[in-house]
């Protein structure tokens, strides 16, 4: 007889594309991994897996299989949710978020799911790498800022605000651009290949600024701001300490960056998990009602 615990092991091989990641995935050893997948072999008489040293890939048989799996897998979990107690959450909740604004503003709210529901395993990966959410396993992800049109599906919980900064002395020695088309001549510290927005006559205007001193962490550019090596468009929550203390001041105000947002975004498909919904709705609870300062 087929084990669901092997079938959703040998899901999460597939996906992670080796026994190692999936042991992280799932928060078990690898030797735990290796035992539920040979038994799941052993028990249809067929190789699933093809092991190397660099890693997992499916078989034939393994690609055929894999999809039914997950199917029987997903239809089980939802077969759980529906006769859970209400309210009651288990199992495992995988989230990915950026690490300036998981780490300050979304740990102590998953803090607070984990205290609701003690039988809820919560493991969350703060990066700013966008990740693969279906690939790399993840529950849902969070966002900040513009979505870029995508297969997965976003929910907006919630706005965010931004504004251009610069350091007071940056601005002594380079003074500050006036209007948009000036950003071009002076020191631009970005993400890679960020573009930046601004309301020009009650449109959207973008550019796409080039800089020496580019970083995918808000935190770090907020340094490179505070060091006086140029300008950086950033969120409110990572700037309004130092603007308000007077080390960042706000530049082009008469050019305002559009309001972006805070989205979830989650694996395509029709069943939304009670655990993903819950943390939706206190996500929503905790950020959709802010307003701009």
């Known amino acids: 007889m087929l084990d669901i615990e092997d079938l959703q092991t040998f899901v999460e091989?597939?996906?992670a594309g080796g026994l190692t990641p999936a042991a992280r995935r799932l928060g078990i050893s690898k030797s735990v991994v290796s035992r539920r997948l040979a038994r799941l072999e052993g028990e249809l008489s067929v190789q699933l897996m093809s092991r190397t040293t660099r890693g997992a890939t499916l078989t034939e048989a393994g690609a055929a299989f894999r999809d039914y799996a997950a199917r029987i897998c997903a239809e089980l979990d939802l077969a759980r949710e529906t006769i859970l107690p209400a309210g009651e959450l288990r199992g495992h909740l995988r989230i990915s978020a950026?690490?300036?604004f998981g780490a300050t503003h979304l740990a102590p709210i998953l803090a607070e799911l984990a205290g609701r529901h003690p039988l809820l395993q919560l493991q969350t990966s703060f990066s700013d790498r966008f990740v693969d959410v279906v690939s790399e396993g993840f529950d849902a992800a969070i966002r900040i800022g513009y979505l870029a049109d995508s297969s997965l599906i976003a929910r907006r919980i919630g706005p965010i605000f931004g504004k251009l900064v610069a350091s007071p002395a940056y601005i002594r020695a380079h003074g500050e651009p006036r209007t948009p088309g000036e950003i071009?001549?002076?020191e631009v510290?970005?993400?890679n290949a960020e573009t930046w927005r601004f309301r020009v006559d009650g449109r959207v205007m973008t550019i796409n600024p080039r800089?020496?001193?580019t970083s995918n962490n808000g935190q770090a550019l907020v340094a490179a701001a505070l060091a006086g090596l140029g300008i950086t468009s950033l969120p409110d929550f990572l700037t309004d300490e130092?603007?308000?203390s007077g080390a960042l001041v706000p530049i082009m105000r008469e050019f305002p960056?559009?309001?972006a947002g805070i989205f979830v975004i989650r694996p395509p498909g029709a069943h939304i998990p009670r655990k993903v919904r819950v943390l939706i709705e206190m996500l929503i609870e905790?950020?959709?009602a802010r307003s701009h300062p």
């Open 13 to 15: 091989v597939a996906d």
């Open 98 to 100: 950026p690490v300036s």
């Open 184 to 186: 071009a001549n002076h």
């Open 189 to 191: 510290l970005s993400q």
């Open 211 to 213: 800089g020496r001193f």
């Open 242 to 244: 130092h603007v308000a």
């Open 257 to 259: 960056v559009p309001e």
């Open 286 to 288: 905790n950020f959709g």
